[in-house]
C-alpha cells in the first residue's frame, strides 16, 4: 500500500521505455508542466512522464507498474480543478495524449468512439462535417478521457446531460493490466451492474480509460443567444429557476455576477453593462427559436430583468459564449501572478439562489477578490477566489472559507460537487456529504479494483 513517495530508479526508468513506442521522460520541464494543473493546489513532480500510444501499451506499463508498486497518475489536459493529476505520491505521470484518434464517426447510430487523448473542440470540429455535435461542454477545452475521469459537465447540461449520461461505452484497462471493455452501443442497458459509470467520474483511481464510446447529437436547425441584467444576484438566480420550472427548453442558462462581467469585457473586448447577467442560449426551429426567447423576456421582467437582447446571429453567439468560457480566464488576467480557487456546489433548485446569497455574504467578509458564476438552470454555481501563491497562508485561509460555503451547500441538501470531481481538494466534503458508510463502500470497491493503491493515490479520500 502506497503511503509515502515513490521516485523511480535508473533501471525502471529504463524498462518503461522498453514497454511504450512513446516517449519516457525525466526532463524537468516536462515534469513540471506534468506536475500540476489548474487548481491552486501546489505543484508536485512525478518521477518520470510515460506516453503511450495504445491501450496495449497501457496494460504493460500498469501491469508492469502494479507489480513493482509503483504509483500511475493518467494525464490529459491538465485542465482539472481540484488537483486530480497531481503525483502526490511520485511514480509516473501517464500522459495519454499521443492516443488521439477519432476512431470512428457513425452519423446513422449518432455515435463517435474516440481514444482518450481527443481534446473536445477538435472532437466537434470533425463532427461539424457530418451535422453532428457532442454536448458536453466544460468550458475548457479538456480531453474526452480526462472529462471522462472525472465525469465533466458543463453549460449544456440542462438540455444535454453530464459525461454520465453520454459516455455508452468504454475500455479501461484495470491496475494489475487487465483490459476491461464497459457497456454497449446502445441508448438502453439493463444488463448487470452499471460498470461503465462506476468508472465515468473516478477520476483515474480504479482504471485508466483508453477508448469511448459517446452519444452526439445532430447540430440543431437555428440557435439564438440572449442576454439580460439583473440590479442584484438573487433576482437573476431566482429568475434562472423560474424559467426552467417553466418548461421552456433552453439549452443554457448561465449567470455571472458584475465582477464577472467586468472582467469579461476586458480579456474579450466586450462591453456588456457591468451588473449581474444572465445569458442564454436556445437550440431549435426558427419559430421555436424566437417563440423561447419570448417567453424566457416575459419571465425575466417579473424579477427586474432588463435590457433584455437576442440575436440569431451566429458571430454575435459565438463571440458572447466564448466570453463565457473565458470567465475563468478573464479572471486571471483581471489579477496577474495569482493563482486562483474554482468552488463547485450544486443544490435542490429551490435553493440556490439562498445558496448563492450565502456564498455572497461569506466571501464578502474577507479581503480575497472573488466573483460569482455558473450554470444556473442545474443550479450548479462556483466561486472564483483570488489567492497569493507566494503568501500559501492565504489559500489555507480560503480552503477554510470554501469549507465553510461547503458545509452550508451540503446542510441544504446540496452536493460538494457538480462537475469538478474531489480530487485531492474535497475529501473532507465527501464524508460530510454521503457519510461514513458510503465512503467505506467506495473503499471497498477502491481495494478490490486496486488493492495496492497504484492508480492516483491521495484522491477522493485518504
Given at each position: 500500500?502506497?503511503?509515502?513517495?515513490?521516485?523511480?530508479?535508473?533501471?525502471?526508468?529504463?524498462?518503461?521505455?522498453?514497454?511504450?513506442?512513446?516517449?519516457?521522460?525525466?526532463?524537468?520541464?516536462?515534469?513540471?508542466?506534468?506536475?500540476?494543473?489548474?487548481?491552486?493546489?501546489?505543484?508536485?513532480?512525478?518521477?518520470?512522464?510515460?506516453?503511450?500510444?495504445?491501450?496495449?501499451?497501457?496494460?504493460?506499463?500498469?501491469?508492469?507498474?502494479?507489480?513493482?508498486?509503483?504509483?500511475?497518475?493518467?494525464?490529459?489536459?491538465?485542465?482539472?480543478?481540484?488537483?486530480?493529476?497531481?503525483?502526490?505520491?511520485?511514480?509516473?505521470?501517464?500522459?495519454?495524449?499521443?492516443?488521439?484518434?477519432?476512431?470512428?464517426?457513425?452519423?446513422?447510430?449518432?455515435?463517435?468512439?474516440?481514444?482518450?487523448?481527443?481534446?473536445?473542440?477538435?472532437?466537434?470540429?470533425?463532427?461539424?462535417?457530418?451535422?453532428?455535435?457532442?454536448?458536453?461542454?466544460?468550458?475548457?477545452?479538456?480531453?474526452?478521457?480526462?472529462?471522462?475521469?472525472?465525469?465533466?459537465?458543463?453549460?449544456?447540461?440542462?438540455?444535454?446531460?453530464?459525461?454520465?449520461?453520454?459516455?455508452?461505452?468504454?475500455?479501461?484497462?484495470?491496475?494489475?493490466?487487465?483490459?476491461?471493455?464497459?457497456?454497449?452501443?446502445?441508448?438502453?442497458?439493463?444488463?448487470?451492474?452499471?460498470?461503465?459509470?462506476?468508472?465515468?467520474?473516478?477520476?483515474?483511481?480504479?482504471?485508466?480509460?483508453?477508448?469511448?464510446?459517446?452519444?452526439?447529437?445532430?447540430?440543431?436547425?437555428?440557435?439564438?443567444?440572449?442576454?439580460?441584467?439583473?440590479?442584484?444576484?438573487?433576482?437573476?438566480?431566482?429568475?434562472?429557476?423560474?424559467?426552467?420550472?417553466?418548461?421552456?427548453?433552453?439549452?443554457?442558462?448561465?449567470?455571472?455576477?458584475?465582477?464577472?462581467?467586468?472582467?469579461?469585457?476586458?480579456?474579450?473586448?466586450?462591453?456588456?453593462?457591468?451588473?449581474?447577467?444572465?445569458?442564454?442560449?436556445?437550440?431549435?426551429?426558427?419559430?421555436?427559436?424566437?417563440?423561447?426567447?419570448?417567453?424566457?423576456?416575459?419571465?425575466?421582467?417579473?424579477?427586474?430583468?432588463?435590457?433584455?437582447?437576442?440575436?440569431?446571429?451566429?458571430?454575435?453567439?459565438?463571440?458572447?459564449?466564448?466570453?463565457?468560457h473565458n470567465a475563468y480566464w478573464a479572471g486571471i488576467a483581471a489579477n496577474p501572478g495569482m493563482r486562483a480557487v474554482s468552488t463547485?456546489?450544486?443544490?435542490?433548485?429551490?435553493?440556490?439562489?439562498?445558496?448563492?446569497?450565502?456564498?455572497?455574504?461569506?466571501?464578502?467578509?474577507?479581503?480575497?477578490?472573488?466573483?460569482?458564476?455558473?450554470?444556473?438552470?442545474?443550479?450548479?454555481?462556483?466561486?472564483?477566489?483570488?489567492?497569493?501563491?507566494?503568501?500559501?497562508?492565504?489559500?489555507?485561509?480560503?480552503?477554510?472559507?470554501?469549507?465553510?460555503?461547503?458545509?452550508?451547500?451540503?446542510?441544504?441538501?446540496?452536493?460538494?460537487?457538480?462537475?469538478?470531481?474531489?480530487?485531492?481538494?474535497?475529501?473532507?466534503?465527501?464524508?460530510?456529504?454521503?457519510?461514513?458508510?458510503?465512503?467505506?463502500?467506495?473503499?471497498?470497491?477502491?481495494?478490490?479494483?486496486?488493492?495496492?493503491?497504484?492508480?492516483?493515490?491521495?484522491?477522493?479520500?485518504?
Open positions: 500500500m502506497i503511503k509515502s513517495r515513490v521516485d523511480l530508479t535508473p533501471q525502471q526508468i529504463e524498462h518503461l521505455k522498453t514497454l511504450v513506442t512513446g516517449q519516457v521522460s525525466t526532463n524537468e520541464t516536462i515534469l513540471d508542466q506534468h506536475g500540476r494543473d489548474e487548481s491552486a493546489i501546489p505543484p508536485v513532480r512525478p518521477s518520470a512522464v510515460v506516453m503511450p500510444q495504445s491501450t496495449e501499451e497501457v496494460s504493460k506499463v500498469l501491469a508492469y507498474c502494479n507489480k513493482e508498486g509503483i504509483p500511475v497518475v493518467a494525464f490529459g489536459a491538465g485542465s482539472s480543478l481540484e488537483g486530480h493529476v497531481l503525483p502526490l505520491f511520485g511514480g509516473i505521470s501517464l500522459d495519454l495524449t499521443q492516443m488521439n484518434k477519432i476512431i470512428e464517426i457513425r452519423s446513422d447510430d449518432l455515435l463517435v468512439r474516440v481514444q482518450p487523448g481527443v481534446h473536445r473542440v477538435e472532437l466537434n470540429e470533425k463532427l461539424a462535417r457530418s451535422g453532428l455535435f457532442f454536448s458536453v461542454d466544460p468550458g475548457a477545452d479538456a480531453t474526452l478521457g480526462g472529462m471522462a475521469a472525472t465525469g465533466a459537465a458543463g453549460t449544456t447540461t440542462v438540455r444535454y446531460g453530464s459525461m454520465r449520461d453520454n459516455v455508452l461505452a468504454l475500455t479501461a484497462v484495470m491496475a494489475d493490466g487487465t483490459v476491461n471493455r464497459t457497456g454497449r452501443e446502445t441508448r438502453k442497458l439493463s444488463a448487470g451492474y452499471d460498470l461503465t459509470r462506476l468508472l465515468v467520474g473516478s477520476e483515474g483511481t480504479l482504471a485508466v480509460i483508453t477508448e469511448l464510446t459517446l452519444r452526439v447529437f445532430g447540430i440543431p436547425e437555428k440557435m439564438a443567444a440572449a442576454i439580460v441584467r439583473f440590479q442584484n444576484l438573487s433576482d437573476g438566480v431566482t429568475a434562472a429557476t423560474a424559467i426552467v420550472r417553466s418548461g421552456i427548453s433552453i439549452a443554457r442558462c448561465e449567470f455571472l455576477d458584475a465582477k464577472c462581467i467586468k472582467n469579461v469585457n476586458a480579456h474579450d473586448g466586450l462591453t456588456l453593462t457591468e451588473v449581474p447577467t444572465l445569458f442564454f442560449e436556445f437550440h431549435g426551429s426558427p419559430q421555436g427559436v424566437a417563440e423561447d426567447a419570448e417567453s424566457v423576456k416575459a419571465i425575466v421582467e417579473e424579477f427586474g430583468g432588463s435590457e433584455f437582447e437576442w440575436t440569431t446571429d451566429e458571430g454575435a453567439r459565438r463571440k458572447l459564449w466564448q466570453a463565457r463547485d456546489a450544486a443544490v435542490p433548485l429551490s435553493k440556490l439562489a439562498e445558496a448563492v446569497t450565502v456564498a455572497d455574504e461569506i466571501l464578502s467578509k474577507h479581503p480575497y477578490p472573488f466573483s460569482i458564476l455558473g450554470h444556473v438552470a442545474d443550479a450548479n454555481f462556483h466561486c472564483f477566489i483570488v489567492t497569493d501563491p507566494a503568501k500559501p497562508e492565504q489559500l489555507e485561509n480560503v480552503r477554510h472559507l470554501t469549507h465553510e460555503i461547503t458545509m452550508k451547500i451540503i446542510e441544504m441538501g446540496g452536493t460538494c460537487t457538480g462537475e469538478h470531481g474531489i480530487g485531492s481538494g474535497k475529501i473532507q466534503a465527501l464524508e460530510a456529504e454521503t457519510g461514513a458508510p458510503a465512503v467505506s463502500i467506495m473503499r471497498s470497491i477502491k481495494n478490490s479494483l486496486d488493492p495496492n493503491n497504484n492508480l492516483n493515490p491521495g484522491k477522493i479520500f485518504n
